[in-house]
């Protein structure tokens, strides 16, 4: 585990390995918003209807939550060259599966081994950033670790947009394959076993726990947009979900070396700094979402065009994010998750006096505008709480972090878009006037929409304020548990 | 220039608040950077929300208008029904006399269309704008960048038309080019046309004997009476369709 620290080329080394981490796993996160403007042409091309499609993005992103807590176990127990290589590689053969796919039920094969890989590979960038890296260097290592994380997904949609108007929706996938290779082909030099393992048994129960509640959790949450909260499918999936998650904790807190170290909550760093970086997600993923669906539907945009309005904002994130992380390494996380949740409730408020005339410009600026604050909270926050951790935990940490957060964000996503159907669905003018008058109705419909937008984005200022709330509860220092892992890496400058 | 201080305010309380390290400055920068950040974004909202700077500007513009038949024949507007209940329509008229190509009315939420029939001998369309517009320069250098101004509020188009006109759906219109040139359809009227004619003639002549020598006025007369009828059978026609 020391290897990556103890030659003279070290520096050159750890350059190279952090390079072929972060683009390859770009790559993997990249996938998890790419098909999102591209499913009409996929409904097209494989001759689906739109819920059977849904299943490319649902589909994988409940196998890609599912990994996330098997990552933690893995991280400790394989050697972390060969489990970033295997992943890496389990996505690349998903990748070409899907480039490949004749038919439609290849390409959902194809994005779900794609998603076993970019389960494994996202919270494990964030553990080898985390241990690669001295302490006091963590911020910037984890600000570069969110550029990947934050920017990835945001630039998704718009770059599938662009790429299906240019090219064909093959592209998607193909544009990735030669990269992954490159990335594997590197990683067999320059990748380094970084983490510390130990032969410890995998339990299965646990293992089956954790997929069956998180899977379940995540497929009724993400059911509750097109279904409604009250429908059978999305009561019983939540409700066994909940159970079976349940019975996963009362087996984890029992097991003597759990399958997933829930006692890191036992930190209340951690644990108020896991639930800041929650609610940022969740008033960041929910808007992401929102604001495309009022470009289109106000605005008569198109989705890629949508789409290319946040990217100022995504790029925002992208410039902002490594340097938060150095200034979070000098400051710790306090001042800089207050002042980025007093930007973000800022950047909020103004969207829910929006209306059907506001420039699109303001919007832009008032989304970067979000960002700029959400830069500030959302990686310095993450940083904060496995700061307080020891390195043993840090894989937990990162588990358990990436989990509540892609179960909070699941949970966000439904409640702003259910909040939208609903409220637009009680304004709507009565359907007879469609045919009667349906210049009438258009006014009257888009006046429910709006109300609606309004309604979501109510909801979205609340988590900004809560967050808020909660930034004054982090510690003002940036203390870290773990200072002694300088000696365990050898010689530091 | 409301999105350089957003921008530069958003800026300056970062700056201020994350890196300087002295209390005091600290607290007196961020406030400051913080009011130029806080009132650019009302700034913002006001101007999206309340029109803040603007005020709106009623213009009205009045243009001829000429009928739809090519021809010049028949001297009709005619209108597309949106819905079923006839509330809302777009129509269609030419800019020029004689013209090929014909405009119409926009049909989006802002537009609102009225027919009022006339004496005159004449059509024309008024058009009546409401829009948003920048009460002074520096309103405008503030937030014009935004591209709202001219924004439209609400549009009139009333029509004046002669009451001789005929004001007609697409559909009827169609119709009724269908039927005038229908080969069995022309000869009728043809044969109607003349019959009616001379009846007229026949008529005139009995109340002024002189027509009979005056040919030339017998000519005019004859072409009066066949527009008369071409009018009359159109009418009928209409009513038919209707």
Same mark, same amino acid.
């Given at each position: 585990?020391s290897?990556?620290?103890?030659?003279?080329? =070290?520096?050159?080394?750890?350059?190279?390995?952090v390079a072929?981490?972060?683009?390859?796993?770009?790559?993997?996160?990249?996938?998890?918003?790419?098909?999102?403007?591209?499913?009409?042409?996929l409904m097209?091309?494989?001759d689906?209807?739109?819920?059977?499609?849904q299943?490319?993005?649902t589909?994988?992103?409940?196998?890609?939550?599912?990994m996330?807590?098997? !990552?933690?176990?893995?991280s400790?127990?394989?050697?972390?060259k060969?489990?970033?290589?295997?992943?890496?590689?389990?996505?690349?053969?998903?990748?070409?599966?899907?480039?490949?796919?004749?038919?439609?039920?290849?390409?959902l094969v194809?994005?779900?081994?794609?998603?076993?890989?970019?389960?494994?590979s996202m919270?494990?960038?964030?553990n080898?950033?985390?241990?690669?890296?001295?302490?006091?260097?963590?911020?910037v290592?984890?600000?570069?670790?969110?550029?990947?994380?934050?920017?990835?997904?945001?630039?998704?949609?718009?770059?599938?947009g662009?790429?299906?108007?240019?090219?064909?929706?093959?592209?998607?996938?193909?544009?990735?394959?030669?990269?992954v290779?490159? *990335?594997?082909?590197? !990683?067999f030099f320059?990748m380094?076993p970084?983490?510390?393992?130990?032969?410890?048994?995998?339990?299965w129960?646990?293992?089956?726990?954790?997929?069956?509640?998180f899977?379940?959790?995540?497929?009724g949450?993400s059911?509750?947009?097109?279904?409604g909260?009250t429908?059978?499918?999305?009561?019983?999936?939540?409700?066994?979900?909940?159970?079976v998650?349940?019975?996963?904790?009362w087996?984890?807190?029992?097991?003597?070396k759990?399958?997933?170290?829930?006692?890191v909550?036992?930190?209340?760093?951690?644990?108020?700094?896991?639930?800041?970086?929650?609610?940022?997600?969740?008033?960041?993923?929910?808007v992401?979402?929102?604001?495309?669906?009022?470009?289109?539907?106000?605005?008569?945009m198109?989705?890629?065009?949508s789409?290319?309005?946040?990217?100022p904002?995504a790029?925002m994130?992208?410039?902002?994010?490594?340097?938060?992380?150095?200034t979070f390494?000098?400051?710790?996380?306090?001042?800089l998750?207050?002042?980025?949740?007093?930007l973000l409730?800022?950047?909020?408020?103004p969207?829910?006096?929006?209306?059907k005339?506001?420039?699109?410009l303001?919007?832009?600026?008032?989304?970067?505008?979000?960002?700029?604050?959400?830069?500030?909270?959302? /990686?310095p926050?993450?940083?904060a709480?496995?700061?307080a951790? !020891?390195?043993?935990?840090?894989?937990h940490g990162?588990?358990?972090n990436?989990?509540v957060?892609?179960?909070?964000?699941?949970?966000?996503?439904?409640?702003?878009?259910?909040?939208?159907?609903?409220?637009?669905?009680?304004?709507?003018?009565?359907?007879?006037?469609?045919?009667?008058?349906?210049?009438?109705?258009?006014v009257k419909a888009?006046?429910?929409?709006?109300?609606?937008y309004?309604?979501?984005?109510?909801?979205?200022?609340?988590?900004?304020?809560?967050?808020?709330?909660?930034?004054?509860?982090l510690s003002?220092?940036?203390?870290?548990?773990?200072?002694?892992l300088?000696?365990?890496?050898?010689?530091?400058? | 220039?409301i999105v350089?201080?957003?921008?530069?305010?958003a800026?300056?309380?970062?700056i201020?608040?994350i890196?300087?390290?002295k209390?005091?400055?600290?607290?007196?920068?961020?406030?400051?950077?913080?009011?130029?950040?806080?009132?650019?974004?009302?700034g913002?909202?006001?101007?999206?929300?309340?029109?803040?700077?603007? &005020?709106? *500007?009623?213009?009205?513009?009045?243009?001829? *208008?000429?009928?739809?038949d090519?021809?010049?024949?028949?001297q009709?507007?005619?209108?597309?029904p949106?819905?079923?209940?006839?509330?809302? #329509?777009v &129509?269609?008229?030419?800019?020029?006399?004689?013209?090929? %190509?014909?405009?119409?009315t926009?049909?989006?939420?802002?537009?609102?269309?009225?027919?009022? =029939?006339t004496?005159?001998?004449?059509?024309y369309?008024?058009?009546?704008?409401? =829009?948003?517009?920048?009460?002074?320069?520096?309103f405008?250098?503030?937030?014009?960048?935004?591209g709202?101004?001219?924004?439209?509020v609400?549009?009139? #188009?009333?029509?004046?038309?002669?009451?001789?006109w005929? *004001?007609?759906?697409?559909?009827?219109?169609?119709?009724?080019k269908k039927? /005038?040139?229908? @080969?069995?359809?022309q000869?009728?009227?043809?044969?109607?046309?003349?019959?009616?004619?001379?009846g007229?003639?026949?008529?005139a002549i009995?109340?002024?004997?002189?027509?009979?020598?005056?040919?030339?006025?017998? %000519?005019?007369?004859?072409?009066?009476?066949?527009?008369?009828? @071409?009018?009359k059978? /159109?009418r009928?026609?209409?009513?038919?369709?209707?």
């Amino acid at each position: 585990m020391s290897k990556v620290k103890d030659d003279k080329d =070290r520096s050159y080394n750890l350059f190279l390995l952090v390079a072929i981490l972060l683009i390859g796993t770009f790559c993997t996160v990249l996938n998890q918003t790419i098909l999102a403007t591209a499913l009409p042409t996929l409904m097209k091309a494989f001759d689906v209807s739109t819920s059977t499609v849904q299943w490319l993005t649902t589909g994988f992103l409940m196998v890609n939550g599912v990994m996330i807590p098997v !990552s933690a176990w893995l991280s400790t127990r394989f050697n972390t060259k060969w489990l970033y290589i295997v992943a890496m590689s389990i996505f690349e053969v998903g990748t070409i599966i899907a480039w490949t796919a004749p038919t439609f039920s290849f390409l959902l094969v194809g994005r779900l081994i794609q998603a076993l890989g970019v389960g494994i590979s996202m919270p494990l960038l964030q553990n080898i950033m985390l241990s690669v890296f001295p302490a006091n260097k963590r911020g910037v290592a984890m600000g570069m670790a969110g550029v990947v994380i934050g920017v990835a997904p945001a630039i998704g949609p718009t770059l599938s947009g662009f790429v299906i108007d240019t090219w064909h929706w093959r592209d998607l996938f193909g544009m990735i394959i030669p990269i992954v290779a490159i *990335v594997i082909f590197l !990683s067999f030099f320059y990748m380094k076993p970084v983490l510390k393992t130990t032969k410890s048994a995998l339990d299965w129960l646990s293992l089956t726990l954790s997929t069956v509640g998180f899977g379940s959790l995540l497929y009724g949450f993400s059911s509750v947009g097109d279904n409604g909260w009250t429908s059978t499918i999305v009561l019983s999936t939540l409700t066994i979900g909940t159970i079976v998650i349940v019975l996963f904790i009362w087996r984890q807190l029992k097991l003597d070396k759990p399958f997933l170290e829930l006692r890191v909550f036992s930190s209340a760093e951690f644990t108020i700094a896991t639930i800041l970086s929650s609610v940022v997600m969740v008033a960041m993923v929910g808007v992401e979402m929102i604001i495309p669906m009022y470009l289109q539907m106000i605005h008569g945009m198109t989705a890629f065009h949508s789409g290319l309005m946040l990217l100022p904002g995504a790029l925002m994130m992208a410039i902002m994010s490594p340097i938060t992380g150095k200034t979070f390494d000098r400051i710790g996380a306090r001042r800089l998750a207050i002042l980025g949740l007093f930007l973000l409730t800022v950047g909020t408020l103004p969207f829910i006096m929006i209306t059907k005339q506001t420039p699109v410009l303001y919007i832009i600026l008032l989304y970067a505008l979000r960002m700029f604050g959400i830069a500030m909270v959302m /990686m310095p926050a993450t940083t904060a709480g496995m700061n307080a951790l !020891s390195i043993q935990l840090i894989s937990h940490g990162t588990a358990v972090n990436n989990t509540v957060r892609q179960i909070a964000s699941s949970i966000g996503t439904a409640i702003l878009v259910s909040v939208l159907a609903n409220t637009t669905k009680g304004q709507m003018p009565a359907k007879h006037l469609l045919h009667s008058v349906p210049l009438e109705y258009k006014v009257k419909a888009i006046n429910a929409t709006m109300t609606g937008y309004h309604a979501a984005f109510w909801i979205a200022v609340g988590f900004s304020v809560v967050g808020f709330g909660l930034a004054f509860f982090l510690s003002n220092k940036n203390k870290t548990m773990n200072q002694s892992l300088k000696n365990d890496k050898g010689g530091q400058a | 220039m409301i999105v350089v201080t957003l921008i530069f305010g958003a800026i300056a309380t970062f700056i201020s608040f994350i890196y300087i390290e002295k209390i005091m400055p600290r607290l007196i920068c961020t406030l400051i950077a913080g009011i130029i950040l806080l009132g650019s974004v009302w700034g913002v909202v006001s101007n999206y929300h309340g029109h803040f700077g603007m &005020y709106k *500007v009623t213009t009205a513009t009045t243009q001829r *208008v000429y009928s739809t038949d090519p021809t010049g024949k028949t001297q009709m507007l005619l209108f597309q029904p949106i819905g079923t209940a006839g509330k809302e #329509n777009v &129509y269609i008229y030419a800019k020029k006399a004689h013209a090929k %190509k014909t405009s119409h009315t926009k049909a989006d939420e802002y537009t609102n269309n009225k027919l009022t =029939r006339t004496t005159n001998k004449k059509a024309y369309l008024k058009r009546t704008e409401v =829009r948003w517009r920048y009460k002074s320069a520096a309103f405008k250098f503030w937030f014009g960048i935004a591209g709202n101004n001219n924004q439209l509020v609400k549009r009139t #188009n009333r029509f004046y038309v002669p009451k001789t006109w005929f *004001v007609l759906t697409v559909k009827q219109a169609k119709e009724l080019k269908k039927q /005038m040139s229908d @080969q069995k359809r022309q000869a009728e009227l043809k044969e109607q046309a003349t019959i009616y004619v001379k009846g007229k003639m026949q008529a005139a002549i009995a109340k002024d004997p002189t027509l009979m020598t005056n040919t030339q006025q017998q %000519k005019k007369l004859s072409q009066q009476f066949a527009a008369e009828y @071409q009018e009359k059978a /159109m009418r009928e026609l209409i009513t038919e369709l209707k």
